[in-house]
């Protein structure tokens, strides 16, 4: 199972990026899939999971009304739109796969991927 995560890079506050994972070595339609943020010195951060079949989403209060989580199934692929970005969204973004779909900030997933940097700079 890989999961690889790309499209970060440098993006001013206020502006916008989408970040995609994509995922090949599972059946990916039956992974409810997360993304997760880490920051230098801070724990791991819950940011979104959608569930299998896209039409269910739950987000972490901190990004809750600024990013969107989607997927395409035909493509093995998730996305995280994120728009309205503050500095304190800088992180490494990394996606993971579960086979249940929870929404528990604490949920355990069976695969992890790379990350990918988003700096945030004012």
């Known amino acids: 199972v890989q999961l690889q995560a790309f499209g970060g890079g440098l993006v001013q506050v206020g502006g916008s990026l989408r970040i995609s994972c994509a995922a090949s070595?599972?059946?990916?339609?039956?992974?409810?899939m997360g993304w997760f943020r880490q920051a230098p010195g801070k724990e791991r951060e819950f940011v979104a999971v959608v569930s299998m079949s896209g039409y269910s989403t739950y987000y972490g209060d901190s990004v809750k009304g600024r990013f969107t989580i989607s997927r395409d199934n035909a493509k093995s692929t998730v996305y995280l739109q994120m728009n309205s970005l503050k500095p304190e969204d800088t992180a490494v973004y990394s996606c993971a796969a579960n086979r249940v779909y929870d929404t528990s900030p604490r949920a355990s997933y069976e695969y992890w991927g790379q990350g990918t940097q988003v700096t945030v700079s004012s």
């Open positions: 070595g599972l059946t990916f339609g039956s992974y409810a």
